[in-house]
């Protein structure tokens, strides 16, 4: 034994309880600082919110550079930025069972107002967020703006639309749809489907793909150290999905993509669920049990929005024609099939109604069944077979709901493309009655810079009569919702390769409910 390891053990020793990290002292605490991956509000309610934080002074290190002992963490809550006047605050307990990570669902506040939070282990302070509550339900609410963002490849490009999705103003809440990380091993290279050439990486994922729970820990820890992300998540609430990256490409229920027997993989997917809910900003009640996860979940905001939030990957049954983006087969029509699972589709179809002025289907893969034919000679139509067009007779089943109902306050917000789209999804194979309008959120990053139209992509958008908008550029969408209109903000980044990507507007588009359909703006 050394004497610097002798020396570290004694350093250990001399820490309070709670306070001890190998080799980090500082001012009593921390050599480095233990926020290291920000902080984080979720799920508003008219009462509370959730907020989170996950102690990692090292975070690309074994157990994030923590001793493995539970460490008290102090929180406050109060109604201006600087936290002045704090009207809530407490303790809770960061364990090493959960990486450290700390969920506080915090109550007894006033609803519909911001507020903001900080935490405290000894003398060290996070950053402060901010957070909303909702208003209480059924209450008049006029307008609320919210943001869509997601697919966010750690190699593919910087989070610079995070960073000016930090400075939107009064956003309500985020829906994050999906991909929050991405679960490949290190590579130099990437595949840019824009310029269909191989590309170098702008950043570098750390080791190989990700199987166990120290790997997905490592993986998110890598991504969530990112300042712009750190600062989007510090600026207002986020209302969290996953879709399929924070376990494996595609998987599907209980099967990946390799051909895994269902009991192997059943470890993985554990292993990876429990890291999400280690880096999320949910309650409880998103907590793993027995390798299941309860992710769909409903939140209203006064009398003018339902948000549905889905989860299209842990209950469907498998893509049909053997997956992919080619022609389809006649498994895209068994009704048996299934990409939400029978009790969510239940939940959804009950939940779906007039109680409030709008209601928002906030999911992951593309609804609407675009004909992805680029090559005019293709004898017939080109699927995503991955998406709802894989799973046709429940989005029929679902549609025809919608229209029965008469619900003409139907949006859609969906993710997964790596390109912005808005179109109308309509029943009868888009040639019938209006159902929803969907709007289709481009990547943060994956993909790489993008261009406004992908060659080809020009005969996918008139061939399409549904679909208003198809861009290839990296950036997130602006929602604002009103009592009369829906107004939604395309927003791109120019580049996502280098710093200092600039913000624009791509386009406008407005829904009434009225049954008029998709309008720009």
Known sequence: MTASTLNRRAALLTLGAGLAAP??????????????????????????????????????????????????????????????????????????????????????????????????????????????????????????????????????????????????????????????????????????????????????????????????????????????????????????SWDDHEIDNNWADDLDQDGTPPEVFAFRRAAAMQAWYEHMPVRVAQRPRGGDLQLFRRLAWGDLLTAHVLDTRQHRTDQPCGDGVKPGCAAQDAPAATLTGQAQERWLLEGLSNRTRWNLLAQQVMMMPLDRRTDPAAPEPVWNLDSWSGYRAQRRRLLDAIVERRLRNVVVATGDEHQHYAGEVRTRGAEGELAAVEFVSTSISSGGDGVNIRPGWDRVLAANPFLKLVNDQRGYTVHQVGRDAWTTEVKVVDRVSAPGGALSTRARFAVAPDGRGLQAA
């Not at 926020?35 to 309610?45: E, I, K, Q």
């Not at 506080?104 to 506040?109: K, R, S």
């Not at 702008?202 to 990700?210: A, D, F, K, S």
């Open 23 to 240: 080799a980090l002292v500082r001012a009593q605490g921390f050599r480095t600082d233990p926020f290291s991956l920000g902080v984080a509000s979720g799920d508003p309610a008219p009462d509370g919110f959730v907020i989170w934080t996950r102690l990692a002074p090292e975070p690309l290190e074994p157990t994030g550079g923590m001793a493995m002992r539970p460490v008290r963490v102090e929180w406050e809550v109060g109604t201006d930025e600087t936290l002045r006047t704090v009207v809530r605050k407490g303790e809770a307990t960061a364990r090493p069972e959960l990486a450290h990570a700390v969920h506080v669902e915090v109550a007894g506040l006033e609803p519909n107002r911001p507020y903001w939070y900080r935490f405290n282990v000894g003398p060290e302070r996070s950053q402060i967020g901010r957070a909303v509550t909702a208003p209480p339900p059924g209450a008049p609410l006029d307008r609320l703006r919210f943001a869509v963002a997601g697919c966010q490849a750690y190699t593919d490009g910087l989070y610079t639309a995070f960073g000016h999705l930090a400075r939107e103003p009064e956003l309500a809440f985020v829906f994050h749809y999906g991909d929050y990380i991405y679960e490949g091993r290190e590579q130099a290279t990437r595949w840019d489907w824009t310029t269909r050439s191989v590309r170098p990486v702008v950043r570098r994922h750390l080791g190989q793909e990700c199987f166990s729970l120290d790997d997905y820990r490592r993986r998110y820890a890598l991504y969530k150290a990112d300042a712009d992300l750190r600062n989007a998540h510090a600026a207002a609430p986020f209302v969290v």
